[in-house]
T-cell receptor, first 114, second 114 residues
Framework: DGGITQSPKYLFRKEGQNVTLSCEQN?????MYWYRQDPGQGLRLIYY???????QKGDIAEGYSVSREKKESFPLTVTSAQKNPTAFYLC?????????????FGDGTRLSIL | AQSVTQLGSHVSVSEGALVLLRCNYS??????LFWYVQYPNQGLQLLLK??????LVKGINGFEAEFKKSETSFHLTKPSAHMSDAAEYFC????????????FGGGTRLMVKP
């Protein structure tokens, strides 16, 4: 079955450490997204990519970085510059420039500080 | 800029009672609207969507929503709540000028009492 796979499900970060969250999709979608979700809050967009080798900052990009070398993959790195990284991170994908099509989501990665 | 407001961050109903989750949006163009459900420690799952055509949209798990342009609303309803409906629900609107970009409401946590 097609879908989005996020790994790991749980991740712990030490002070000063960079960590990378994986997101892989086999839906043949061009567009991919990373969201951050904090308790009791909605989703905030970190980065998005509409096509391979291109990506744009979302609303809260500071302290994060991404790459899009392959259509299927959109990893997110939480850098040491992100001072409050504890959150639930969601990856999504969709067809590009098709407003009537929904975004599909992975099952998330929960990141905590050690 | 588009926005989505979900009235009531927490809604509690008894099992078998009507579920009504409110969503109001602002948009300068005809909106595409979505409702997602999120169970604990999982990603978002699409419940239903409105793009064009019939304003009463039926989704999965017995949910439906009605698009009311005059009220800029897209409220989610279910005639009879089940314990398994306890989850967080998000309303989202598609941005006309940015492909598949979604603006999410803050979410409503639905609690179902036995």
């Amino acid at each position: 079955d097609g879908g989005i796979t996020q790994s790991p499900k749980y991740l712990f970060r030490k002070e000063g450490q960079n960590v990378t969250l994986s997101c892989e999709q086999n839906l043949n979608h061009d567009a991919m997204y990373w969201y951050r979700q904090d308790p009791g809050q909605g989703l905030r967009l970190i980065y998005y990519s509409q096509i391979v080798n291109d990506f744009q900052k979302g609303d809260i990009a500071e302290g994060y970085s991404v790459s899009r070398e392959k259509k299927e993959s959109f990893p997110l790195t939480v850098t040491s510059a992100q001072k409050n990284p504890t959150a639930f991170y969601l990856c999504a994908s969709s067809l590009r420039d098709r407003r009537n099509q929904p975004q599909h989501f992975g099952d998330g990665t929960r990141l905590s500080i050690l | 800029a588009q926005s989505v407001t979900q009235l009531g961050s927490h809604v509690s109903v008894s099992e078998g009672a009507l579920v009504l989750l409110r969503c109001n949006y602002s948009s300068s163009v005809p909106p595409y609207l979505f409702w997602y459900v999120q169970y604990p420690n999982q990603g978002l799952q699409l419940l239903l969507k409105y793009t064009t055509g019939a304003t009463l949209v039926k989704g999965i798990n017995g949910f439906e929503a009605e698009f009311k342009k005059s009220e800029t609303s897209f409220h989610l309803t279910k005639p009879s709540a089940h314990m398994s409906d306890a989850a967080e629900y998000f309303c989202a609107v598609s941005d006309h000028n940015a492909g598949n970009m979604l603006t999410f409401g803050g979410g409503t946590r639905l609690m179902v009492k036995p």
